[in-house]
């Protein structure tokens, strides 16, 4: 095993686990994981496949999950799900850049500092989100197009309406100039249409 992969085990193994079993969350491999009612948070460790033995990159990924949308979307509860899974997810990473470095140079507790007051920001943050409504008013307002069809078809069969148009004038506004509006567009009014709604997106964003 490589200096630098033992520096990043033990960083997991002597700072990250810890820290975050005290906020509440298991370890299983990479992914910790917290369960909050009907919400699973997930934090991810993900090393870098550009790696070598000059220097370990490796980023923290966030993600947020529902097994309540799992439930109305009429799909299997996922109770560990990856968070590339989630239905909302982001890259926890310091102001500067997207990742972490390990090299020989390095010093863990330095590293240890920075990550442990990146986590605290992000988790800070992620207070906010007790319920799938608080979720999906956040998806609403940062996901763009990620998990966007099932964003829409949580909406319309739970019946949140408002939200949905919400949504739908959010995206015509970052995306109306995108070459893949039009299908948007369609797509949505086809969910629209087979849901009984009475209104269309050009109802909703004129």
Same mark, same amino acid.
């Given at each position: 095993?490589?200096? #630098? =992969? *033992?520096k990043?085990?033990?960083l997991?193994k ?5 820290f975050?079993?005290s906020?509440?969350? &298991?370890k299983?491999?990479?992914n +910790?994981?917290? /369960?909050?009612?009907d919400?699973v948070m997930?934090?991810n460790l993900q &090393? ?5 033995f *000059?220097? #370990? &990159?490796f980023y923290v990924?966030?993600?947020?999950h529902?097994?309540s949308?799992?439930e ?6 996922n109770h560990?799900? =990856?968070e590339?899974?989630?239905?909302? /997810?982001? %890259? ?6 997207d !990742? ?5 140079a390095? !010093?863990?507790?330095l590293?240890f *500092?920075?990550?442990? $007051?990146?986590l605290k920001?992000?988790l800070t943050k992620?207070? $906010?989100?007790? !319920?799938?409504?608080?979720? @999906?008013? #956040?998806?609403i *307002?940062?996901n763009?197009l990620y =998990? %966007?069809k099932e964003?829409?078809l +949580?909406?319309?069969l $739970? !019946?949140?309406?408002e939200r949905?148009k919400?949504y739908v004038q959010?995206?015509h506004?970052k995306?109306?100039?995108?070459? %893949?509006? @039009?299908k948007?567009?369609n797509?949505t009014?086809?969910m629209?249409a087979? /849901?009984k %709604?009475?209104?269309k997106?050009?109802?909703?964003? =004129?």
């Amino acid at each position: 095993m490589s200096d #630098l =992969k *033992e520096k990043f085990n033990l960083l997991v193994k002597e700072s990250i686990s810890p820290f975050l079993k005290s906020a509440g969350f &298991k370890k299983a491999g990479l992914n +910790y994981y917290l /369960h909050l009612n009907d919400l699973v948070m997930v934090i991810n460790l993900q &090393k870098s496949h550009g790696n070598s033995f *000059e220097e #370990l &990159k490796f980023y923290v990924n966030f993600g947020i999950h529902s097994s309540s949308i799992d439930e109305v979307l009429g799909l299997p509860t996922n109770h560990k799900p =990856k968070e590339h899974e989630c239905y909302y /997810h982001n %890259r926890i990473h310091p102001m500067a850049t997207d !990742s972490f470095l390990i090299t020989s140079a390095t !010093s863990i507790n330095l590293l240890f *500092e920075e990550l442990i $007051s990146t986590l605290k920001t992000a988790l800070t943050k992620s207070e $906010s989100i007790k !319920s799938t409504t608080d979720l @999906a008013d #956040l998806m609403i *307002e940062n996901n763009g197009l990620y =998990k %966007r069809k099932e964003l829409c078809l +949580y909406l319309l069969l $739970s !019946s949140n309406d408002e939200r949905l148009k919400t949504y739908v004038q959010l995206l015509h506004e970052k995306f109306k100039e995108d070459q %893949r509006w @039009a299908k948007i567009e369609n797509s949505t009014n086809e969910m629209l249409a087979a /849901h009984k %709604r009475n209104y269309k997106m050009k109802d909703i964003i =004129k």
